[in-house]
């Protein structure tokens, strides 16, 4: 009885049923669209971040330098002397990046003892400084020529990073594994 009444009723009111019937199918697809697309991107967002989880917890300890506390290793000796006017040389530097200073191996260990961190490790970042050129003489001292070099030397640097290799899930670079 309920479904003949039902039926006389969608008969006679075939254009509204229609409408509802339609409007309820784009409000369900529409809430179908939505869901797939809202798990689409966060699963592309997953993939993508996977590799960044963790790095904001890490904390940089560093020193400030000393003055006058040099921070710095020398190859290839000491600077020219006059007497090597007209020479090539080459000098190589060795230094703590950002002017800061290396960390004991002490305070390494008594950050790692404090409470709420997980572990410690010691890692290294240094700036090369490569120098290359001919030591020509000051006013007075020249080479003989009497033409100035325009370039008398050349200098190239760049940034050597380093981890602890005993530690491999400690580091700027553990996120990389």
Same mark, same amino acid.
């Given at each position: 009885m309920y479904f003949r009444y039902l039926g006389r009723e969608l008969r006679r009111r075939a254009r509204s049923a229609t409408v509802v019937a339609v409007g309820l199918a784009l409000a369900i697809g529409l809430v179908i669209t939505v869901t797939a697309a809202a798990a689409g991107?966060? %699963? #592309?967002? @997953?993939?993508v971040l996977r590799s960044l989880y963790g790095v904001g917890t890490a904390i940089t300890v560093t020193e400030t330098p000393t003055a006058g506390g040099g921070g710095g290793f020398r190859f290839g000796g000491a600077p020219p002397t006059r007497a090597q006017q007209g020479k090539a040389f080459s000098r190589?530097?060795? $230094?703590? $990046? @950002?002017g800061l200073s290396p960390l %004991? #191996? $002490? #305070?390494v260990s008594d950050i790692a003892h404090l409470r709420d961190v997980e572990g410690a490790t010691g890692s290294l970042s240094l700036t090369s400084i490569h120098v290359t050129g001919t030591f020509s003489g000051g006013p007075g001292g020249g080479s003989g020529s009497g033409a100035a070099s325009s370039t008398p030397f050349s200098i190239t640097t760049f940034t050597v990073a380093g981890v602890n290799a005993d530690d491999p899930g400690l580091g700027p670079l553990s996120a990389g594994n």
């Open positions: 991107v966060t %699963k #592309a967002q @997953g993939q190589d530097r060795l $230094s703590s $990046s @950002g %004991k #191996a $002490s #305070a």
